[in-house]
């Protein structure tokens, strides 16, 4: 019987950087993490190499590197021989012997990926292995991904402008939290408003249209079911960190209860809940400086999340405003996140918006109204004019004719905004539809929403970082590879 086997040349082409998947398999019924692979050759790993195994922290994963000469516990790269399979052609003089390195040490295991953690993601590099943890949230994403590419949100604080731009980005709303605390000056119920705007204008399969200080997180975890939720998005309310709310109501709003200082406890009791991997807020500058922020993003942190913030103005990102917001993304997911950089823009509301609205515009003259010359003698005027090309931003009470709306001027009048050149300033999508609400409530919507152009390209940073996570771990080898036997 002739045993030669004719070998030829392997050429591949080695890439700076690998991936892999591997499940635990049990011994006495203690997880070990067997990693028997062709591309440990490729990565420095040889047969009786030294390795040391080190952790990369609470529940960050660990790596297997090859030793130095100042290394005291090491252990040695096996073989593994198969008398059936020619399990290593990229070594055909051996071909039927793989390397393998297997990790058994249970401190290690589970400190660095935590205790009932069954799979864990490999990161090859030249001579550094980087086992990390993959959890069951970080597979149920890859496979809720793998259906239709379309990102599943829970929405929560919304007046429906964000899920709408959410869901023409590439974002599925499969839930909403949303509810308006009914204000001094309402004459009716109008906890449902906002709701039925996100209702009009998105496609969630639940509304919970409850006060998130008295959610029943459980109960929302049943009504959403086994269908993962791979990011929430909240907005969390702005007032409190304002300037345009004095120090005084903010001090009030303590003592009635009204203050939303604390409105991150039940958005992190919904993330712990439903084990989301990716949260998105958007707040006002302020936000960033407020101890407020530091506790939450302390929380974050302490939870696994890799916190990411930034502080954004509109006009360099398509928007039509001066309106500035702070951005938080924070996520589990073991792939780089980088927000959006500015671009160029030939920016003039005055061309594009007003002067083709002008005789509309003119129609609303608030010249000799006392609120206006109020607010030009305590110069709180907000005014756009021909000479500058954006627009102040828009607020919340933009529809209640206070001193600090945004007008137009010309000619030396002052003159309001339509309702439909507000949702302009604001990029509204030309779907998004008002008519169905009592004006002010409207007005209101749009004032506190969102710059779409903005809020949209943040959204895009974290559509890529989810679609380059779940790539990852479909792919086993991220290289082009030629085999040549």
Known sequence: MNNNVEMREVSVNVPETATKQIKARYRHGKPVYTLSSNWLVLFGFNEDTRVVEESLGPGKGFIVRVANDSDTKTKKVYTRTYKSRQANPLNPPARRIERQIEVSRQELINESLGEGCENAHITFTNGCLYFRPVTT??????????????????????????????????????AIVEYRPNEKRDKSDYTEMTALSALVNSKPRVLC???????DVKRLAEAIGDSPISVLHASLQC????????????????????STLDMFIPTLNILDELRIPVLMIENVPGFMSSPINDVLVLQLRRRGYHVHQQIFDAREFG???????????????????????????????????IEPNLAEIMSHDLTDTKVMQDAIRM????????????????????????????????????????????MKLNELPESFDLNWAPLDK??????????????????????????????SLRSTFTSQASFAF
Not at 241 to 247: A, F, G, R, V
Not at 397 to 420: A, F, N
């Open 319 to 353: 928007g039509n405003t001066s309106r500035k917001r702070l951005y938080l993304v924070a996520s589990t997911l073991d792939a780089p996140f980088a927000f959006p950089t500015p671009e160029a823009s030939d920016l003039n509301v005055w061309r594009d918006i």
């Open 442 to 471: 409207a007005e209101q919507i749009v004032g506190q929403s969102i710059s779409c152009a903005l809020h949209h390209r943040i959204a895009q940073s974290v559509r890529e970082h989810i679609l380059n996570f779940a790539n």
């Open 239 to 258: 007032d409190d960190y304002s300037t345009l709310k004095t120090n005084k109501q903010k001090a009030d709003s303590v003592v009635d209860l009204s």
């Open 209 to 215: 249209n409850e006060d998130i200080y008295k959610l």
């Open 137 to 174: 949230e970080q597979r149920s994403l890859l496979q809720n991904l793998s259906k239709d590419d379309q990102i599943s949100t829970l929405v929560a604080m919304t007046g429906g402008v964000d899920a709408a731009v959410l869901e023409q980005g590439g974002f599925r709303v499969d």
């Open 379 to 422: 110069e709180r005027a907000r005014v756009i004019r021909k000479d500058k090309p954006f627009s102040p931003t828009l607020t919340k009470s933009q529809g209640q004719s206070t001193k600090d709306q945004v007008v137009v001027e010309h000619e030396g009048r002052y003159y309001k905004l339509p309702l439909s050149l507000q």
